[in-house]
């Protein structure tokens, strides 16, 4: 499958990475540059392509896998482990989660879950060692992503629970915790100040993060959970329904009773950890995914220790859980084992055009030298990537251009002055309104300037027109300037006039 915008706005800075370009220096957005560290990693290891990163995905979800299954059988069995295990492989490629893309929420889990087995180390053995160890695990999964910091502060109140009858006990694990959490964030701020871009990292992740989740009323969140949960729930409801009994399982099960504080406290970080902004989008939810395979291993066990008291308890429960894990496979079926990648890539993301953006790139990097600029007035940062060529702008999306908020104008006529410095020999515009999400109250500055620009300088050598999920028409050359595309969804590349 091609990639999605945002793998590969990870993927563009992760190449910029390995020229010796620091994040924040030539390309920005509100992402802490864990993640842009993690796909660097991926491309040096897997090489530089779409299939690199999707091999660094599935290395990061067998990893994930496996930590979880360590941590079922840690607090319970080999039949919870299992089922969690294989809950989690499950429902972490799901369609309904965009479980196949390489989103941030897959590589923050294995931090997550790695530290959070440190932390019940360090509870078990009193190792202020191990507490510091899950504390860098635990800041790895912040600097991935934000959301991180909620099981962060799960291991915090997890250490607060278990020692709280012993305040030394307390006092050495929460400092050991503390000091291993900000060791890397203390690193990674001091790498971008000697870098010169601590500035312009505050401003995205903190400054303009603050404007972001503010754009979201939290009089929505109710209708936009219901939806979102409408469409992720129905794929998987066998497995949801287990988590479900799982969750209340420490009412009247005694097994899963011991360990009910962990498991509540782990759901509740998980469910605040999808929360942010109140968007939900389906990504998001893989944070929970961990918990809620943890729960439905556990609620299969005591849904049938409570059907049959005695008995054959661990071969039911193993029944129902395969029952259960061949129900949301077979739900998914077409989507996972028969659908082609092109038909599954226009199924997930309609009519976005990440198919079309390889084909434009490839066309970019045929006609450029490697050390042109090129712009791109959308939201596609795979283009450059595929083209590996860079930027003419540090703005590799226009969505915080358009949004109704406060610095929306000083970010349009910083592109504009960007574009206009480098002087690009070739532009792509992006008119497909997946790319922008403009609304009434955006700032028209810059598509009227972009229009203008076109008009003033450039001609038209490239369309990528499409027409419908399964037809795109490509114009190269002469063809191009003279072709009218006949649908609201196309791209054209652009080239300076000599």
Not at 78 to 93: C, E, F
Not at 166 to 188: D, I, K
Not at 472 to 488: C, I, N, V
Request: aromatic letters at 14%; a positive charge; charged letters at 15%.
């Amino acid at each position: 499958m091609p990639l999605n915008r945002d793998e590969g706005e990870y993927a563009y800075v992760g190449q910029l990475m390995l020229e010796g370009v620091a994040p924040f220096a030539e390309a920005w957005n509100m992402r802490l540059p864990g993640i842009y560290v993690v796909y660097a990693g991926m491309l040096a290891v897997f090489g530089q392509t779409a299939w690199g990163v999707h091999l660094g995905l599935i290395v990061a979800s067998v990893v994930s896998v496996v930590l979880i299954f360590v941590l079922g059988r840690r607090l319970f069995d080999d039949h919870v482990a299992w089922m969690a295990a294989a809950g989690y492989a499950v429902l972490s490629v799901g369609e309904s989660v965009l479980g196949f893309a390489a989103y941030t929420e897959h590589f923050v889990v294995p931090f997550a879950v790695g530290g959070i087995l440190l932390v019940m180390r360090a509870v078990e053995r009193e190792s202020a060692g191990a507490a510091f160890a899950a504390g860098v695990l635990l800041a790895a999964a912040l600097l991935v992503k934000q959301p991180g910091a909620l099981f962060i502060a799960f291991a915090a109140a997890w250490i607060a629970w278990q020692t709280r009858r012993g305040y030394p006990r307390w006092r050495s694990l929460m400092l050991a915790l503390g000091a291993g959490v900000l060791l890397p964030c203390a690193l990674t701020a001091g790498a971008l100040a000697w870098a010169g871009v601590f500035g312009r990292f505050w401003f995205w992740t903190v400054t303009y993060a603050w404007e972001y989740l503010r754009l979201r009323p939290v009089s929505s969140a109710p209708g936009v959970l219901v939806e979102a949960v409408g469409a992720i729930v129905p794929p998987a409801w066998p497995l949801f329904a287990l988590a479900a009994l799982g969750l209340a399982a420490p009412l009247w099960d005694g097994g899963a009773a011991r360990r009910a504080p962990f498991l509540w406290l782990l759901a509740a970080a998980s469910v605040l950890s999808t929360l942010a902004g109140f968007y939900f989008r389906p990504h998001y939810f893989i944070l929970l995914l961990p918990a809620m395979a943890l729960l439905a291993g556990v609620g299969a066990g005591a849904f049938v220790r409570w059907l049959l008291g005695r008995g054959p308890v661990a071969e039911v429960a193993a029944l129902v859980a395969v029952l259960a894990l061949g129900a949301t496979l077979f739900q998914q079926s077409d989507f996972l084992f028969r659908m082609p990648a092109g038909a599954l890539t226009r199924e997930a993301y309609h009519a976005n055009p990440y198919p079309e953006a390889v084909q434009v790139a490839r066309f970019l990097r045929e006609l450029t030298a490697p050390t042109e600029r090129v712009a791109v007035i959308g939201s596609e940062p795979e283009i450059y990537f595929y083209a590996r060529r860079r930027a003419a702008t540090g703005y590799l999306y226009v969505y915080p251009l358009m949004e109704p908020q406060r610095y929306a104008r000083q970010m349009q006529e910083e592109m504009i002055r960007q574009i206009e410095a480098a002087a690009p020999r070739y532009l792509v515009m992006v008119w497909v309104n997946y790319s922008w999400m403009a609304g009434e109250r955006s700032d028209p500055r810059l598509v009227a300037w972009a229009e203008e620009y076109k008009v003033r300088h450039f001609e038209r050598v490239g369309v990528a027109d499409i027409v419908s999920a399964d037809r795109t028409e490509y114009r190269w050359g002469p063809e191009a300037a003279t072709y009218a595309p006949r649908s609201r969804y196309w791209l054209e590349v652009l080239r300076r006039r000599s």
